[in-house]
């Protein structure tokens, strides 16, 4: 089960998130590090640990239809997948361990997928946890009234059958390669509770849900002070008869980094999962404290508005890259180490990137060169390319509040001035350049995009999703197009890498945006808390394996 | 003075029924959707639909507007779309954090200026003079966050002895009341005196001023000539007359410390309407950003009032006008 970030599709990035991205420090790994204290320390059952965040849930409504990070925090603690998703996928794609289900089998047809839940699972409350919440659940999800927003993940399931209280089968209506993610997305609802309210009530109710809170996963909430701090305690009934170690976390909201880092290095915090570069020298300092970090599947990039003249025309669009100095943008941007020019949306990190590739180079003769064949030249001697009387002059947006998107924007500027490209930086607050990008009224954005675990291109280089905005570079390429659905067809997401690859050749060469850089994360912990594994799917990943030693 | 009462009444109800026409139309008319910033880009057309249906977004502007005026005289200031609970249910759990910061931000800005312009008004022109002064342009000079950050870097870091954010430590629900109350006042002393002391610079100017002007008065002289001490004629006879413009001042101030209070809310993670303020415009949350300003509108509307009739009972002169 990967953590909803992992597992959403291709979108772009609150602002809050790249400040985030940035790390700066060693002991990366590709996959992210391995847990911290040694193998031969001997767990501590007990004690508190307290957790500092930028962000918190929106209410209580983001514990039922999560839309920020720290919402999934704290959802993904409480409730449980069938399965859980595992941050290896550098070498191959992510496997899955058992959750929910202790095992599962597929069909011959690799169309229907059966379950087999554990036998002790119950609710807080006492309640069974059986197949009849599963199918519940897909049931919720699917509904419009509830208006999940990854119901679209549970199109090609066609029904879910409850074979016996301990075991559910899905049914697909054809075999492709995201399928065990599709039937493992969302987390299972409680149906013996939550059934007492229709669905249609459930996006005005959230009073309702407060009053019906109960847990499946290692924690359950004890408390919730919106704007202050969010007390998790140990779910006594949890399957896991051995876990959660803690007793508590609390989760502190402190929307000032500056003020939570503070708190971090005075040692009234324990944990924070994201910090940013500037601030990892003064971390490490700290013998008592210590840094974990690790790639992020969020690439930023020169989104070209593919459907606009000249950025219509690939060999432009390569110009353009030819003409930016990503290799300087990192270095400045993204000193240490924090970050790597990129290459494709199939990023670095990830098991299906083709290592053959390489990222275009800096090179303003080859970009002046490719402009003049096509015919723009400075008939004026302003400086400027132009062609029929009309200037290579553009604006480049990004958005507000995220400081190494602008500072990327005016190195751009400068550097396209260098061969005669006029770049104007316009800085849009988030919203509206969300709005302008999705409805195609830009001409280039410097913007974020994440990728999944299921290496789904759909959402934004396949035509069909130019309608929507999704495809909001309004790229096409029929060839495209046909590998996407290719390898989406795969039953096994290995069988589609031949696919992958030529994607990743055909977008290399026709650079329907430019992809600036890929950049790391940084999380930090007191080292009095021990296995903390904060990775790609979660500050909280393994929280149930924490613990700490007494506070000093 | 009942005419000059109504007269103002109207007048206010006037100007907050303007402010909340113009914040509504000014949020509905910034570009985007709540449902896509709220929900994600890949809800289903359906699902999008069911969404803008259920909050009203279907409807013509101007049906919207009537409806929400309509709820608004009912004091029903909607749902917040991203939390989805009543907004006056959420704007109350957080006032009071606001409404206790802004007290005590006052009384650390009015104990620093009447301390301060006291002492800078009878020496007037003297070295204290001067040196306080000084002190007021630092002061006016620097942002709140500023005077937040370098509190919290001083006080909280480099001598941990006040908590950096937060109304309450942890396990505060364990302490007694006394305990309780007392850990409150740790916790409250720095995010007031960033707030209190931004505004303190100004209003020592204003209490120096006017206490100069007043102690310049004939009144003055003659308490002088019938031999009271100087502490008896600053203290009781010039400091009376010298002050009442500051109760207008107090009225006026103290909404406007309760609006101004987002960044250090923010930098001291104080639960307050100013964090809320935040969130909601980050989730474009439009009812709650809505329900927000005009409570904050409100306040200010109030304010004035209050001034104002502070104003009339002092000096006939107003009321009559």
Known sequence: ?552 | MAGYLLRRLISSFLLLLLVATIIFFLVHLAPGDPTTVLEGRRITPEQREHLRHLYGLDRPLGEQYVRWLGALARGDLGISFAQQRPITTIIAEAFPATFLLATAAILVEYGVALLLGIAAARRRDGTADHLIRVVSLLLSSQPSFWIGLMLILLFAHVWPLLPASHMHSIDADLMSPLGRALDLARHLILPAVALGLYNAGPTLRFVRGSLIEVMGMDYIRTARAKGLSERRVVWVHGLRNALTPLVQLFALSFPSLLNGAVLTEIIFSWPGLGRLSLAAILSRDYPLMVGITLFGALLVVLGNLVADLLQAALDPRVRDA
């Open chain 1, 1 to 552: 089960m990967a953590g909803a970030r992992m597992k959403r599709p291709i979108r772009i990035l609150l602002p809050i998130l790249l400040a985030a991205v940035l790390a700066a420090c060693g002991n990366t790994e590709e996959n992210g590090p391995k847990p911290n204290g040694a193998a031969s320390d001997k767990p501590r059952r007990g004690g508190t640990v307290v957790t500092g965040w930028t962000t918190e849930p929106l209410g209580l409504v983001d514990l039922i239809f999560p839309t920020t990070a720290v919402g999934n925090e704290v959802l993904f603690r409480t409730f449980q997948h069938l399965v859980e998703e595992q941050p290896d996928f550098t070498e191959h794609p992510a496997t899955f361990a058992p959750q929910l289900a202790e095992s599962w089998e597929w069909s011959d047809d690799h169309k229907t997928l059966t379950f087999h839940l554990r036998k002790n699972l119950v609710w807080s409350d006492g309640a069974p946890l059986t197949a009849e919440d599963v199918r519940w659940t897909w049931q919720a999800h699917i509904d419009p009234a509830v208006a999940w927003d990854s119901a679209y993940m549970k199109e090609n399931i066609r029904d879910v059958e409850v074979v016996d209280p301990q075991t559910v089968r899905f049914h697909f209506t054809h075999a492709y390669s995201k399928q065990m993610l599709d039937a493992n997305e969302g987390l299972i609802l409680p149906k013996h509770l939550w059934s007492q309210l229709p669905f249609e009530k459930w996006r005005e109710s959230p009073d309702w849900f407060r009053q019906h809170l109960v847990a499946a996963g290692p924690f359950k909430i004890e408390s919730w002070k919106p704007q202050q701090e969010m007390v998790l305690v140990r779910n006594e009934r949890y399957w896991e008869k051995d876990r959660p170690y803690l007793d508590r976390v609390i989760m502190r909201f402190i929307p000032d980094a500056g003020n939570l880092l503070s708190q971090f290095l005075n040692g009234d915090l324990d944990f924070i999962p994201q910090v940013a570069p500037s601030e990892a020298a003064r971390i490490r300092a700290n013998p008592s404290l210590e840094l974990v970090s690790y790639w992020s599947n969020l690439y930023v990039l020169v989104a070209w508005n593919n459907s606009r003249p000249p950025f219509s025309d690939p060999e432009v669009r390569r110009a353009l890259t030819l003409a930016i100095d990503r290799q300087a943008i990192v270095d400045t941007l993204l000193p240490g180490g924090a970050g790597r020019v990129g290459v494709s949306p199939i990023l670095q990190a990830v098991w299906a990137h083709d290592k053959k590739l390489q990222p275009w180079p800096y090179d303003p003769n080859e970009a002046r060169r490719i402009l003049a064949a096509k015919g723009w030249k400075d008939t004026n001697g302003d400086g400027i390319l132009d062609r029929a009387g009309k200037k290579l002059s553009f604006d480049l947006t990004s958005n507000a509040g995220n400081q190494n998107r602008n500072d990327a924007a005016v190195m751009i500027q400068q550097q396209l001035r260098v061969v005669g490209i006029e770049a104007t930086p316009r800085i849009l607050e988030f919203n509206t350049l969300v709005t302008d990008n999705q409805s195609g009224h830009f001409d280039a954005s410097v913007t974020g995009l994440s990728i999944d675990t299921s290496l789904d291109l759909s959402g934004t280089y396949h035509s069909r999703a130019i309608p929507s905005g999704e495809n909001f570079l309004r790229y096409s390429n029929p060839e495209v197009d046909r590998l996407i659905d290719v390898s989406a067809q795969q039953t096994e997401l290995e069988d589609a890498l031949p696919y992958l690859h030529q994607i990743e050749h055909i977008l290399h060469r026709d650079q329907p945006a430019t992809y600036l850089w890929e950049s790391q994360r940084l999380a930090a912990l007191n080292k009095r808390v021990h296995d903390a594994w904060p990775n790609l799917q979660a500050g909280f990943f393994n929280l149930k394996d924490w613990w700490v030693e007494p506070r000093q």
